[in-house]
T-cell receptor, first 115, second 110 residues
Framework: NAGVTQTPKFQVLKTGQSMTLQCAQD?????MYWYRQDPGMGLRLIYY???????DKGEVPNGYNVSRLNKREFSLRLESAAPSQTSVYFC??????????????FGPGTRLTVL | EDQVTQSPEALRLQEGESSSLNCSYT??????LFWYRQDPGKGPEFLFT???AGEEKEKERLKATLTKKESFLHITAPKPEDSATYLC???????????FGPGTRLSVLP
């Protein structure tokens, strides 16, 4: 099992450019999440998907869109990147309650710089 | 609103010098409190889940405890390889989301 994978690992964008961050998990988890991590602020939830076909906003959704393509894949799109979106982005998943360890599993992260 | 704070922000220890990290939380009905370890350039890695006040869990040199308002991560006789950022998170009983604290950056000097 690869767990949670993310692509790309690094990305530099210019202000106004768009891009999609990809995330996939092979653990048959229903719930998937996108976080951003900034120095001193911990992990902040951008969007989450409780199951295939559903998505909900988290704490900081402005400037982002998501797609739950299927049970395995959950992508995050920046339509018009801004310098304030410079951050490290983590994807995570967790199993349904009562079916496995009660925790989230994280990907390795995407380091995004917007100039 | 669910909130998590952690202290200290950073901690520097000598190898073998035991200490504790604090996680204070407010949540509308706690389902679980989670501790993670994060190494530089990597994603958080799960350590413990605690569900109710009085519960304790141990793993090697780490021991996590839980009260109704806070959790402690006790580190006994730390080694340099314990250096990392330690994150605390809570999940509410009827919620889907996890709320994270800002973390404590631990450095253990040889």
């Amino acid at each position: 099992n690869a767990g949670v994978t993310q692509t790309p690992k690094f990305q530099v964008l210019k202000t106004g450019q768009s891009m999609t961050l990809q995330c996939a998990q092979d653990m048959n988890h229903n719930s998937m999440y996108w976080y951003r991590q900034d120095p001193g602020m911990g992990l902040r939830l951008i969007y989450y998907s409780a199951s295939e076909g559903t998505t909900d906003k988290g704490e900081v959704p402005n400037g982002y869109n998501v797609s739950r393509l299927n049970k395995r894949e959950f992508s995050l799109r920046l339509e018009s990147a801004a310098p304030s979106q410079t951050s490290v982005y983590f994807c995570a998943s967790n199993p349904p309650r009562g079916t496995g360890p009660d925790t989230q599993y994280f990907g390795p992260g995407t380091r995004l710089t917007v100039l | 609103e669910d909130q998590v704070t952690q202290s200290p922000e950073a901690l520097r220890l000598q190898e073998g010098e035991s200490s504790s990290l604090n996680c204070s939380y407010t949540v509308s009905g706690l389902r679980g409190l989670f501790w993670y370890r994060q190494d530089p350039g990597k994603g958080p890695e799960f350590l413990f889940t605690l569900y109710s006040a009085g519960e304790e869990k141990e793993k090697e040199r780490l021991k996590a405890t839980l009260t109704k308002k806070e959790s402690f991560l006790h580190i006994t006789a730390p080694k340099p390889e314990d250096s990392a950022t330690y994150l605390c998170a809570v999940q509410a009983r009827y919620g889907q989301n996890f709320v994270f604290g800002p973390g404590t950056r631990l450095s253990v000097l040889p």
